[in-house]
Every structure is written in structure tokens, then in C-alpha cells.
């Protein structure tokens, strides 16, 4: 046991170190890269916490990102606030509209929630095109970036060690949450809602608690991605950022925080190693989620843990078959 608790503690300090002295050795764009990796994160995991603890399908997380990018930026442009305070309060504002969103899913499931929070996109989409007097419109609008004592992070590497913090507060938040009495509700709904009332537990403010939990990180996730950026488009909350979320969890293993950081990781890498191939990209996309969801449902962590199950277990000694009776 000691053993394994030292090998546990190695390992945590090695990726301690590699996280903080490791971009230092890196160019621009790859650490432009790794902080668009850590807001994914933030994301994917509020996704993960809906989806696949919850059981709850939404299209509209994109939406929420984008809630959380323009009233951050808002807030700090306009100097009601500082960065560092506009992005909770934006969040607290995103959070607000997922509790909104979250109301027809006490009633609604499977097909029909899809379509209902398809229809808030559609909605948020619109309202942007609308007022470009607040959001920019098509054209979208600057976002600067934040201070640190009236420093401005205008580096990708003194931008990165806020995000990580950020990130790493974010993952202890939900891992915490996945712990307690809330996280074991999400589990109960997702696994069967009638078992879950039979057991004392409201489906209907556990389904309102999960949407309300998974808007504030894509709040905040919308936050750091405007300040990561520099600039928002409205291109970048449409349909299809909200299918890449779903392939964020999907593909990293839906109910993991490992799986959020996994999938992240890889799909935000996709257009990089498929760079040949943007003409096909959605494809790509689109077959990707596909075959992760027929032949590896649980994700790379769910895959992973699998195959450390079976080789620390051995293999396994099939009893001898019996012997044909003798005549």
C-alpha cells in the first residue's frame, strides 16, 4: 500500500512540474494551444457533469459558453468589474439561464430535451445577430486581456498559469461535487429516475441542479476562452461547437473527470494532426463520434482503466471442461 501511495505521489509530482516548468520550453503557439486545451477542459467537464453523470442530453452548451464570454467581457470593458471578478458573475449569469433551461427538463428526456435545447441555441444565436450593439454582431467584438496588478497577461505564458489555476480549482470543484451527497443524486437519475424517487431523491431538483452546474463552467469556460482569444465570433457558439463538446466527453469516457481531460486533449488537437484533411473535417468528426460510440462507448479513460484491470488481474484460468461420460 505504501508502495503504491509513493508511485501515486511521484506521478502527481512529475505532472506537478511538467505543468509548471514545461511551457516555458514551448513557442507561441503551442502554448496558445495548451491554454485553448485547459478552457476545453473547464468545459468538457461541466458537460461531463450533465451527460454523463446526470444523464442529461444538451445541445445548447455552446450557448452557455458564449453567455459566460460576452458578459465577462462586457463587465471588464465597460470597467464595472475586473476580469478576475467578471468572470464568476458571468458565470453566475450563464448559470442562471442553464436553471431556465434546466426547468423543461424536469419534464422532458431523451429526444425531445435534445430539441428543446437545440431551440435555446437557436434562440441565443439569434439574439446575438440582433443586438450587435452589445454583442458586435456577425462582426463579434475585442476582447482584451486581463491584469494581474494593473500588469496586463499580454504573453500566452503569463496568460497560462492564471487558466491553470483556474482549471485545476475547477476539476477539485466537480471531483468534490462527484463525492458528496449531490454527485451519488446524479449518479441515481442517470442509472433509473424511478429508482431514484423510490430512494427519497428529487429527480426534478437534481435534473435543475446538474443543467445549473454545467452552464457555470461553460460560463467560465466562455470567460477564460474570450480572454485565451483575444477576440469573439459568433461563429464559435453555433451547432456544431456544440457537437465537438459531446465528442470532448464522448471520446475521453462519459462520467470521468479523466475522460474531460482526455477528450479535451485530443479533439482540441484534431485540426492540428488533420490539418491536410479540412475539407473533410466534419466528416472526420462526425465519424469519430460515431465509431467511439459503437465500439468504444466508455471512452479512452473507460478503455484504459479496462486494460489496466485485466493486466494487474492476470490472466484468467478457465475451469477444465468436463469429461464425456464413459459408456
Known sequence: MSDSRAARTAKITALSLALLAGPWLLGTYHLYFLN????????????????????????????????????????????????????PVGALVAAAFGACVGLPAIRLGGFYLALATLGFLEVMQVLIHEFPEVT?????????????????????LSLY??????????????????????????????????????????????????????????????????????????VEFGIWTSVRHIIFIVVGGLGSLAGSVIGALVVTGLPEWLRRLQEYSDFVYGGLLLGFLIFMPQGI?????????????????????????SR
Request: with cysteine.
Open 36 to 87: 485553448l486545451v485547459l478552457v476545453n477542459i473547464v468545459i468538457a467537464t461541466g458537460l461531463n457533469l450533465l451527460t454523463g453523470n446526470a444523464g442529461q442530453i444538451s445541445m445548447c452548451h455552446a450557448s452557455f459558453m458564449a453567455i459566460g464570454a460576452y458578459a465577462t467581457t462586457l463587465l471588464h470593458l465597460t470597467g464595472w468589474l475586473p476580469f478576475w471578478v467578471a468572470l
Open 301 to 325: 479513460a473507460g478503455g484504459w482503466a479496462q486494460l489496466r484491470h485485466r493486466w494487474r488481474s492476470g490472466p484468467t484460468l478457465e475451469p477444465p471442461a468436463p469429461a464425456a461420460p
Open 161 to 234: 498559469y492564471p487558466v491553470l489555476l483556474i482549471t485545476a480549482l475547477m476539476l477539485c470543484i466537480a471531483r468534490n461535487v462527484l463525492r458528496s451527497p449531490v454527485g451519488r443524486a446524479f449518479n441515481a437519475v442517470r442509472n433509473s429516475e424511478p429508482a431514484a424517487q423510490a430512494l427519497g431523491i428529487s429527480v426534478a431538483r437534481v435534473k435543475l441542479a446538474a443543467f445549473t452546474l454545467a452552464a457555470f463552467y461553460a460560463g467560465v469556460g466562455g470567460g477564460l476562452y474570450a480572454a485565451v482569444v483575444g477576440f469573439i465570433d459568433p
Open 136 to 156: 458586435g454582431g456577425v462582426r463579434g467584438m475585442m476582447a482584451p486581456r486581463p491584469t494581474v496588478f494593473g500588469q496586463p497577461l499580454t504573453s500566452d
